[in-house]
């Protein structure tokens, strides 16, 4: 089994920065996307940002410019910096990655468990 922890969010003033983190862990051969989706109060989950393994990059138009993700192939782990934040940034963040295992054949897709990020006007 994988599991995809993550950690760094918080309340954070409207314009203000965090620092997601999200760590992958089990019996892991490799990890080819990794990414973060977001979901607020009645709507539906929607993708932030992907990269790639080879650090090729997808940002989601509302975002562009305010996000950076990177990733850590040595630690399995991806990050999201968010500076100048807005209130309509306020939703629960989902770590994904794409994870090849001793027990699978191919990659499948995993998620973490959410991290609330509450950004005040």
């Known amino acids: 089994q994988v599991q995809l922890v993550e950690s760094g969010g918080g309340l954070v003033q409207a314009g203000g920065s965090l620092r997601l983190s999200c760590a992958a862990s089990?019996?892991?051969?490799?990890?080819?996307?990794m990414g973060w989706y977001r979901q607020a109060p009645g709507k539906q989950r929607e993708l932030v940002v992907d990269?790639?393994?080879?650090?090729?990059?997808n940002y989601a138009d509302a975002v562009k410019g305010r996000v950076t993700i990177s990733r850590d192939n040595s630690k399995n782990t991806v990050y999201l910096q968010m500076n100048n934040l807005k209130p309509e940034d306020t939703a629960i963040y989902y770590c994904?990655?794409?994870?090849?295992?001793?027990?699978?054949?191919?990659?499948?897709?995993?998620w973490g468990q959410g991290t609330q990020v509450t950004v005040s006007a």
């Open positions: 994904y990655a794409r994870v090849q295992t001793w027990l699978s054949g191919s990659h499948k897709g995993y």
């Open positions: 089990g019996r892991i051969i490799s990890i080819n996307a």
């Open positions: 990269i790639s393994s080879g650090g090729s990059t």
